[in-house]
């Protein structure tokens, strides 16, 4: 299964070792789960790294090995209702990507999505997420 993880879910990730999104990341190749993100969201968690202090700031490069990373699709022949255009690209690319699971922890941006499925892709965050995969 194809997941892409937005910049809230890698910065979630690189910030607590105890996150559920850290879990979703270790668990990922025992699960048979494909990690993905765009440029975008590497520029937005490489950006914001820094304020989730020293250690996140260390584990980032790892974290980003365990990525593959996709380039950023900023259009979509398919129409989109999300108010943030900010965070359009980040649908519209993992939809190019054609992951099966969008994560991520803004629900100000992504609220009225989250727990839809748009275009076939379920829109999550990752507790949701786990617990649809039985693991919470």
């Not at 108010?83 to 649908?91: E, F, M, R």
């Not at 690319?93 to 999505?113: E, H, N, P, Q």
């Amino acid at each position: 299964m194809r997941i892409f993880l937005d910049s809230s879910v890698l910065l979630s990730a690189c910030g607590s070792g105890k996150s559920l999104s850290r879990l979703i990341i270790e668990t990922a190749p025992d699960r048979g789960w494909q990690l993905v993100s765009a440029s975008y969201c590497h520029a937005e968690t490489s950006k914001n790294i820094g304020k989730l202090g020293v250690d996140a700031a260390l584990g980032w490069p790892e974290m980003q090995s365990k990525v593959e990373w996709v380039p950023n699709a900023l259009t979509s022949r398919k129409p989109l209702l999300l108010a943030a255009s900010k965070d359009k690209p980040v649908l519209i690319s993992a939809l190019a990507a054609r992951c099966a699971v969008l994560l991520t922890l803004d629900k100000g941006d992504f609220g009225i999505l989250l727990g839809t499925k748009v275009y076939g892709m379920l829109v999550s965050t990752p507790r949701d997420f786990l617990i649809g995969e039985g693991l919470g």
